[in-house]
């Protein structure tokens, strides 16, 4: 009789504690064990101005924190354009910063300086980040390392190539040398790269 009354009491304890590791598991389902002792880096903070030309350099502030329970090792802060507001590795990068090491609990901030790039279109995009951009460090949670900011206004701008004078000799003989003295001018935004001046002649003022 007592062996049954040991045998059924040490069942029930089994039970019991099985029980508790149940409820303790349903409470936190998604945060293992292990995760207690693994940084955890997001982005807190990103803005810049509401609208730049492209190839114009702006600055944009942003804030990384590891919210988790152990420092992070060195990782980076990547900038993007995006055409949404769900930040990925998909969009625009327009900049990047290292930071080399980011203790528990602390936060990092930084005005970067980057170029919108000339290759996109007009538009509205989000300025956006995202922490541990390469995955270098093993983090509590891989899902909260992006973050996208306000919105900026993209106008795509061009060079702008106009001859602002053109002069030579009143008269001249067929087969013969004359100077002509011309002067061309980029008065658009951004630079030209190379291109052709070609001199005419013409029987009217309308030079094709």
């Given amino acids: 009789m007592n062996n049954l009354l040991r045998t059924r009491l040490l069942h029930k304890k089994r039970f019991m504690v099985t029980l508790l590791c149940l409820i303790a598991l349903a409470i936190s389902p998604a945060t293992p064990l292990w995760a207690a002792d693994l940084p955890d880096l997001t982005m807190t ?28 090792a060195g990782f980076t802060v990547r900038l993007y354009l995006s055409s949404d507001a769900v930040i990925t590795s998909a969009d625009i990068a327009v900049g990047e910063r290292y ?19 000339a290759s996109i279109a007009s538009g509205t995009y989000y300025i956006g980040a995202i922490a541990d951009a390469n995955n270098d460090v093993t983090e509590s949670n891989e899902t909260n390392n992006a973050l996208a900011g306000n919105q ?34 980029n008065q658009g935004l951004v630079a030209a790269a190379g291109f052709t001046v070609r001199l005419y002649l013409s029987s009217d003022a309308v030079i094709t």
């Fill in 45 to 72: 903070a990103i803005s810049g101005p509401t609208s730049a030309n492209t190839e114009q350099q702006i600055t944009v502030t942003n804030t990384v924190k590891n919210q988790g329970l152990a420092a992070a």
């Fill in 152 to 185: 900026i206004t993209v106008t795509k701008v061009y060079p702008d190539l106009v001859v602002t004078a053109v002069s030579g000799p009143t008269s001249a003989n067929t087969e013969q040398q004359i100077t002509i003295t011309n002067r061309v001018k």
């Fill in 99 to 117: 930071i080399a090491s980011l203790a528990a609990g602390v936060a990092n901030a930084a005005d970067l300086t980057v170029t919108v790039p």
